[in-house]
């Protein structure tokens, strides 16, 4: 079966959803998108993804032509054309796509172009790392300074993150990178935020240089919920070298425990005990094994 789309007003197969190349979105990367998971087929905190998605539309001026409740019950009902497909691949990535309209007239373009696409979970990519741990990687490439572009708005304008993914797995083919930020601070993998652990407090960088994700705030949100205490604040990555144990978090697999920094092993046991907590209060909330599952539908 194929998975089906929404796609500029309709629903279709997702061989169908295509757009013409002179297209501001492929072109200029014009594009603003967010992305959810679902968990036993329901769209993990929709709203507050959504939320995020138009205060990132309102920030570059594109006009949806959807209200946000609307937009919901899109997501929702693509969810619901895809569910024959679930018993396969588990549970979906769920990504919302708005691209500028086409018009010579830049403030005042055609209809936006609104998508929503279900893809399979990359399981694969993850399963095996909730064991020994991710390897982080500093990359040559900085995070894009926020006086460039505001790392708040979620766009399709990421070769900068492309390039320090290049460079990381030119190091280890399984690593994630780590770009520092303008002034040398440490900042978030590609597609998710980090976290690390000194003295029983759990430390993550400030909201400056970074996409503030619905996983982080949710994982802060539990930690402290076990009265853990939660510090924002500038990190450098001797804060990593140093650091009792670290996680990153991220839509696909919530939270995912550190194992190495640059090559050097973070910690003494991976994944650590507030990591092993957070995971346990993970599970709790969604009503599944997040490992489990990710190890049963890796092949998938």
């Known amino acids: 079966m194929e998975f089906t789309y929404y796609f500029d007003g309709r629903f279709v197969p997702a061989t169908e959803a295509v757009i013409p190349i002179s ?11 967010d992305t959810e998971r679902t968990f036993n087929g329901d769209i993990f905190r929709l709203d507050d993804h959504l939320e995020r998605l138009y205060r990132s539309l309102k920030a570059v001026r594109i006009v949806p032509g959807l ?10 009902e693509v969810v619901r054309r895809n569910d024959p497909l679930r018993q396969q691949y588990g549970d979906f990535w769920v990504t919302q796509l708005v691209s500028r309209g086409m018009g010579r007239n830049l403030l005042q373009p055609e209809p936006a172009v609104v998508s929503v696409v279900v893809d399979p979970l990359p399981f694969w990519r993850h399963a095996g790392l909730y064991a020994q741990g991710a390897h982080l990687v500093t990359p040559a490439t900085r995070r894009t300074a926020p006086d460039a572009l505001d790392p ?3 766009s399709t304008d990421r070769l900068s ?12 083919p399984e690593a994630y990178p780590l770009p520092l930020d303008d002034h ?32 982080r705030q949710t994982t802060m ?15 450098q990555p001797y ?10 978090t991220t839509t696909s697999f919530c939270i995912l425990p550190v ?19 957070l995971t346990s209060a993970w599970n709790e909330m969604v009503g599944l094994d997040i490992i489990e599952q990710a190890e049963r539908y890796a092949g998938g």
């Open 259 to 277: 194992g190495r920094f640059n090559g050097a092993p973070v910690g003494g046991h991976v994944p650590g005990s507030i990591t092993k907590r």
């Open 161 to 172: 993150l492309v390039m320090a993914e290049i460079e990381a797995k030119q190091v280890d």
């Open 221 to 235: 949100e539990m930690a402290r919920s076990l009265d853990i205490p939660v510090v924002e604040e500038d990190l």
């Open 184 to 215: 040398g601070n440490l900042t978030e993998i590609v597609s998710g935020n980090l976290f690390l652990v000194s003295g029983g407090v759990v430390r993550t960088p400030g909201p400056r240089s970074i996409l503030s994700g619905i996983s």
């Open 239 to 248: 804060d990593l070298y140093v650091a009792d144990e670290a996680f990153v």
């Open 23 to 33: 297209h501001r979105g492929y072109r200029m990367a014009d594009t603003v998108f």
């Open 152 to 154: 708040k708005i979620k």
């Open 67 to 76: 209200a946000q409740d609307e937009m919901a019950e899109i997501c929702r």
